[in-house]
Structure formats: structure tokens, C-alpha cells
Antibody, heavy 119, light 113 residues
């Protein structure tokens, strides 16, 4: 069965970067696009961007350009998202989510990674 | 960006009852290819969101037929019949017509009366 296993919670300092991972299993990793989504209490769900694991091609929400960088490692079926120049506003739960026929929706989600930015 | 507005913010229901949730978009969600990319998700307490409905009215694999989606253009509705305890949580609509950009509504919390 399809599983997306995300890395554990992070407590990071303002101004630093963090790299989150999402390991896929149960399907051919390069067959489906992977998305990243931010959830906060105040802003709800925000789509960050999408990556094609086969080609490495990406598209980003304008709001997150320069903040998020999406990459993949095909050899380990893992997607990554690096967040840079962190501020307290970046504190959130981040999900990876597979889209089967983008943009029809996000069919499978990881369990989420809580990122807390605090000095 | 397309703004998605959900109403109500919260609603209470009795087990076995029926509820409707509304989602309105700031622009038509009909794509040039004729498809309407409106989806519904449920986030149960402590869990990740799960896809219920895609392209307005198509139930995702394994989703009960108690869930039904309808609508067109800018106005959409999710109906839940014979509400069960496992249906409680926050419901979100989302649009992908402006892809690659994707936007979500703010959510509707379904609680027990």
C-alpha cells in the first residue's frame, strides 16, 4: 500500500535552515508528482509546491519561492523540502502529499512534520 | 489567486443526520479543458487530511457513498448523509483549476450536537 513516511519534528533557530524528508513506498516513486503543503492554525492549508520525481521539475506557490526548495533522491524514493531563513512564521506542520492526476487533488498524505522556529 | 470561501465555519449534527457544507470560489473553476478541479478533504482529529471527492462529484477510492459532491462554476456543496462518529472533523474544499497553483478553503468543523 502507498505510504509516505515523513521525518520527525524539528526545533530550529531563527535564521537557520531545515531539510524535511518524505520517504515513499508501495508504488513507483517516479510515477506520481509530490506536493508539499503547510498547515497552521491561522492560515489553514497552503500549497507550497510540486515536484516531478522523474524529471526533477518543480513549480512553486509564489509565496514560497525563495523560502522552499524541493528535491528528490530517486535511489531512495525520498522527496525533500528545504526551508531557508526561518522565522517564527514558518512554524507549522508540513505535509508531503502525492497527487495521482494533478490537479485532481492529493490522494495520499504523509503524517506531517512539525517545525517549530524559536530561539 | 482563487479564493475559496467555505460556510459555515462550524456546524453541529446528530448521529444519523444529514449536513451540507458550501464552498464558493472567487472565480469560475471550469478549466479550458472542460474539467472542474474542485476537491473535498476531511481532516480527522490528530490525522492528516484525506481526499474524499475530486472533480466536484467523484468519490475517491474507498469513500462511502454517504458522501456526495455537487455544484458548478463557483458554487459547490458537500453533502454527508447518515452521519457517523467517524465523519467528525474539519472539512476542506480545494481547487486546482489554476494549476500549478492550488488553494484551499478555510475549513468547516463538523461536531456532534
Amino acid at each position: 500500500q502507498v505510504q509516505l513516511q515523513q521525518s520527525g519534528a524539528e526545533l530550529v533557530k531563527p535564521g537557520t535552515s531545515v531539510k524535511l524528508s518524505c520517504k515513499a513506498s508501495g508504488y513507483t516513486f517516479t510515477s506520481n508528482h509530490m506536493n508539499w503543503i503547510k498547515q497552521t492554525t491561522g492560515q489553514g492549508l497552503e500549497w507550497i509546491g510540486i515536484i516531478n520525481p522523474g524529471s526533477g521539475g518543480t513549480s512553486y506557490n509564489v509565496k514560497f519561492k525563495g523560502k522552499a526548495t524541493l528535491t528528490v533522491d530517486k535511489s531512495s524514493s525520498t522527496a525533500f523540502m528545504q526551508l531557508s531563513s526561518l522565522t517564527p512564521e514558518d512554524s507549522a506542520v508540513y505535509y508531503c502529499a502525492r497527487s495521482d492526476n494533478y490537479p485532481e487533488g492529493f490522494a495520499y498524505w504523509g503524517q506531517g512534520t512539525l517545525v517549530t522556529v524559536s530561539s | 489567486d482563487v479564493v475559496m470561501t467555505q460556510t459555515p465555519v462550524s456546524l453541529s449534527v446528530s448521529l444519523g443526520g444529514q449536513v451540507s457544507i458550501s464552498c464558493r470560489s472567487s472565480q469560475s473553476l471550469v478549466h479550458n479543458n472542460g474539467n472542474t478541479y474542485l476537491s473535498w478533504y476531511l481532516q480527522k482529529p490528530g490525522q492528516s487530511p484525506q481526499l474524499l471527492i475530486y472533480k466536484v462529484s467523484n468519490r475517491f477510492s474507498g469513500i462511502s457513498d454517504r458522501f456526495s459532491g455537487s455544484g458548478s462554476g463557483t458554487d459547490f456543496t458537500l453533502k454527508i448523509s447518515r452521519v457517523e462518529p467517524d465523519d467528525l472533523g474539519v472539512y476542506y474544499c480545494g481547487q486546482g483549476t489554476q494549476y500549478p497553483m492550488y488553494t484551499f478553503g478555510a475549513g468547516t468543523k463538523l461536531e456532534l450536537k
